[in-house]
């Protein structure tokens, strides 16, 4: 009998948290860009600017949650009640987010601002440590897998949510006043999400440590095992760029879909189809993580999202049928990363504690959080940036030229990344065999360690 076998209602329990957390995640990432150019109005480098100050700000505050949250001690555990707690705060704060405030100016832009801010440190407090939630409610890696399998499903059917009936909110409640329908799009999704981050507090419960006589480490020894820690680093530099890539594809595709297509009706569908297939190839990328290794899977669907990618370059896309098959086709390669990426970044934990003799878990995914956001603020300024280079004018119509260089950028900038991320994932160490290894090395120092 495997005792860290997780119960199907634990894991269920678990996943479906990631739906609240991806509802504002993904919120955020589709419409926040959209929302600041085309319904506040201004430019698309402030909107860059703002997109990528609240991001940073979550970077920055990521590491020290989770440097808070694995040194909390309750009944509750150590990160259940951050996430108790943090939900409600975390609702108002999205809803305040998609409001559209009586200023103008300087005055626009700092409220804009502290806003943004003020709904990254909530998220920051809830999404740390759900995140940390993996590592602590099993160490066995199949089990993992299997845990992170569901997460996925719960987030992929968040972004689904959000991407499918985002628009058609927006549309039905407000009409040809998009900020009316904003308002009721947060208000709905911070309802959704306080009931779902309820059930998983409710049903989840963390595996207990005996910490008596056990001092934690520094935050000096903490880094020293993430520094040392290099298939972390290997996980981390793909991610990384991957993700600061393909914002250049998911942000635009709003813009593309509305400008160069004139089927801005059809958002909701169109983003639903992306996101649809990004869920449905999940089972297959957990089947095919269980069967040929993490490695592997990670590098065939980095394969399917290069030849997704150069279709949708090289096609006219001249019809809506068109548009959605090839979003389809690149989803299903989507659908890989986040439950590939979810399920690796746990066995770094045992390696580098096998490495260090350190366990790092929830300042692991703050270091890992903090460089990504770090990296996705920069591509949204970035993209500011580089939308105001190519004339592009909200609610305008735009020039061929303009509406040419913004499919340019949505392709090979994303092509680089899923490129460079396949290299780098060749190289990762950990298979189901060499973790356990680590696990059976692991334990077998701590018994030599009790014994003495």
């Not at 305008?396 to 994932?425: A, C, H, R």
């Amino acid at each position: 009998m495997n005792l860290n076998k997780v119960p199907n209602k634990v894991r269920a329990a678990y996943g479906i948290g990631d739906y609240a957390i991806c509802l504002y995640w993904s919120g955020v990432g589709l419409y926040l860009l959209y929302f600041y150019t085309d319904v506040v109005g201004i430019s698309p480098l402030l909107a860059g600017w703002l997109y990528a100050l609240g991001i940073a700000w979550d970077a920055i505050t990521d590491p020290f949650m989770g440097y808070l949250a694995e040194r909390t001690r309750t009944k509750m555990g150590s990160y259940r009640p951050y996430i108790f707690y943090g939900a409600i705060p975390l609702a108002f704060s999205f809803i305040l987010l998609f409001w559209v405030p009586p200023f103008e100016g300087v005055e626009l832009f700092v409220f804009l601002l502290a806003i943004n801010l003020l709904h990254r440190t909530c998220f920051t407090i809830v999404s740390v440590p759900y995140s940390s939630l993996t590592a602590r409610i099993t160490d066995d890696s199949d089990e993992r897998t299997k845990l992170t399998t569901a997460r996925m499903i719960g987030a992929s059917f968040g972004t689904l949510t959000v991407s499918a009936l985002g628009f058609p909110i927006v549309l039905f409640f407000g009409g040809t006043n998009e900020a009316f329908g904003f308002i009721f799009l947060g208000i709905l999704c911070g309802l959704m999400a306080v009931i779902v981050l309820s059930i998983t507090v409710r049903f989840v419960q963390e595996r207990e440590f005996n910490s008596s006589g056990v001092q934690l480490p520094s935050f000096a020894k903490v880094f020293k095992s993430v520094v040392n820690n290099y298939p972390f680093w290997i996980v981390f530099g793909s991610i990384l760029i991957l993700g600061s890539t393909s914002i250049m594809f998911n942000n635009n595709l709003i813009y593309f879909v509305k400008y160069s297509l004139d089927l801005h009706e059809y958002q909701g569908l169109i983003l639903g189809v992306s996101s649809g297939s990004a869920l449905l190839a999940i089972p297959l990328w957990a089947y095919a993580a269980l069967k040929i290794g993490k490695r592997n899977s990670w590098m065939t669907a980095m394969s399917l999202l290069i030849i997704g990618l150069l279709i949708f370059y090289f096609s006219l896309i001249d019809s809506l049928q068109e548009l959605l098959l090839i979003l389809g086709f690149i989803g299903i390669g989507n659908g890989a990363t986040g439950v590939l990426f979810w399920s690796m970044l746990p066995d770094t934990i045992e390696y580098g504690e096998w490495k260090t003799g350190v366990r790092t878990e929830s300042s692991l995914y703050g270091f890992m959080t903090f460089a990504q956001k770090a990296a996705i603020a920069f591509a949204a300024l970035l993209l500011g940036m580089v939308l105001t280079q190519i004339g592009f004018e909200p609610n305008s119509t735009q020039s061929e030229k303009t509406l040419y260089e913004l499919k340019f950028v949505m392709t090979w900038i994303p092509l680089t990344g899923i490129f460079l991320s396949f290299v780098l994932v060749s190289f990762y160490p950990i298979d189901k065999t060499y973790h356990q290894k680590l696990i059976f090395e692991i334990e077998s120092k701590k018994l030599n360690h009790e014994t003495n």
